[in-house]
Every structure is written in structure tokens, then in C-alpha cells.
């Protein structure tokens, strides 16, 4: 399905489980910040299919604030605070390489994790493009360099890093008009509805949907997305 199909169905679908769906909304004040939730611990594990990023978006701010350098070791992903310091390991090579989050995706399929071009290169995935790889959480940094001049161990890292929760991300638009459109019909039904940059060779729209506390309750609104507007990501609020 496209996702000028996917827009069409999601704005006529959306009526249907409106009702319901009011009944469970969490009342919140405007601009009141959301919960803290916990971050996973050291140890957490995760395994998928890992993609990589250069171009275009070599040079551009990532969305930790900092400025992607696809030869340094990063990676994106959808719900690791940033800074979390994440082992890499290829599952048909075993080869391994540890990254620092610093970024948001991949919003593809089911890939769990973009790499920069230098770590794809250390677990040789240049070629492939793609490999099945393990992931494991084995510390906290600072979200954004120059904020602290070391890497910190899980426990001693300060609680304030701790996420602000989990949205949807229910789509990625060139068209900054086409994702407020889509905010627009999706106020009416779920609350909050955000639009964030994401930086590249020319900005890009996220639209984000809702604000739960943990992982598995923006899973069950995802799937309730998924069937109104195409593909839905669990992202992190940060």
C-alpha cells in the first residue's frame, strides 16, 4: 500500500474507533511534561536486522542534536536513550562492534538498527546492506557529546536521562504539508499529535502519535494504527 493510499484509508477509517478510543485517553494539562519512564537496564538484549546510513544524511544534524559522521561509531534506534552504549554483533559472522546511539530508526519494516557506515564496515555489512545481527546494552553515555567527558556506567548515570516515553510514529513525509494534514485528522481521534524534524539532504516530517509509559502499551495503540494508516513504529519521546 502506498502511502498516499494509506493516508486516504487512515483519515475515512479513523471515525470508527474514535468513541472507544476517547474513553481510555489520559487527561494531561497542556504543556505539562510527561512521566519519566525507566530505561532499559545494562544487559538488555535485542536481536533483528541491522541496515546502514551514509549519504544523505552525512553532514546533517542527528536527532540527539549532534552532527552525523558516518565514520565515527553510531547508530540509530527507535526506543535506546541516546547515549546508551550498545554491542553489535553480526549472527552469521559473529563478528562485533560497539556503537553509541545517537539517532532515530530505521522506520523500515522490521530492522531494528542503522548503523553508521563505519560500524557496518567493522561487521562487515557494506555489501550485504542488511544482516541479522544481536544487540546488548552495555552502558550509558552522555546523551550528547560534550556534556560529559566520560562514559558513565548504568547505575551511577544521572536519573534526568531517563526517557519521557513511547509514541507511534505513523509517518515520514518530504511534504511538510502532506504531515500536517495527517496531524490534523488524527487530533480529532489521539492526543498527542506531534510533527518532528528529521534532518537529511532536505527535511524530512515525522508524525508522532501518543504518549505512553512503556513499550508494550505504544505497541497496542501501533497496532490500532497499523490498521488505519499502513506502518506504525514504537519510537522513543525524548
Known amino acids: 500500500m502506498t502511502r498516499r493510499q494509506a493516508l486516504a484509508l487512515g483519515i475515512a477509517g479513523l471515525l470508527a474507533p474514535a468513541a472507544c478510543h476517547k474513553k481510555h485517553k489520559r487527561a494531561r494539562t497542556p504543556g505539562t511534561p510527561a512521566a519519566r519512564v525507566a530505561r532499559p537496564k545494562v544487559g538488555w538484549m535485542q536481536t533483528g536486522v541491522a541496515s546502514w546510513y551514509g549519504y544523505p544524511y552525512h553532514g546533517r544534524q542527528a536527532a540527539n542534536g549532534e552532527i552525523y559522521n558516518m565514520n565515527e561509531l553510531t547508530a540509530a534506534h527507535r526506543t535506546l536513550p541516546f547515549g546508551a552504549i550498545v554491542k553489535v554483533t553480526g549472527v552469521p559472522n559473529n563478528e562485533s562492534v560497539t556503537v553509541r546511539i545517537t539517532d532515530r530508526g530505521p522506520f523500515v519494516g522490521d530492522r531494528i538498527i542503522d548503523l553508521s557506515r563505519q560500524a557496518a564496515r567493522r ?102 494504527l497499523r490498521k488505519k494508516v499502513g506502518e506504525a513504529f514504537v519510537v522513543a519521546r525524548d
Not at 510514529?169 to 506531534?194: C, I, S
Not at 502519535?209 to 490500532?224: C, F, M, Y
Open 123 to 224: 561487521i562487515d555489512m557494506i555489501g550485504p546492506g542488511t544482516m541479522k545481527v544481536r544487540l546488548q546494552l552495555i552502558a550509558y553515555g552522555p546523551a550528547r557529546l560534550g556534556a560529559k567527558p566520560v562514559i558513565e556506567e548504568e547505575e551511577k548515570a544521572p536519573e534526568t536521562e531517563a526517557l519521557t516515553g513511547y509514541a507511534v510514529q505513523v509517518g515520514l513525509f518530504n511534504d511538510k504539508n502532506r504531515a500536517e494534514t495527517l496531524k490534523e485528522h488524527l487530533e480529532k481521534h489521539y492526543q498527542p499529535v506531534t510533527l518532528v524534524p528529521r534532518q537529511g539532504e532536505r527535511v524530512q516530517w515525522r508524525v508522532l502519535v501518543g504518549d505512553k509509559p512503556t513499550e508494550e502499551e505504544a505497541e497496542l495503540l501501533a497496532i490500532t
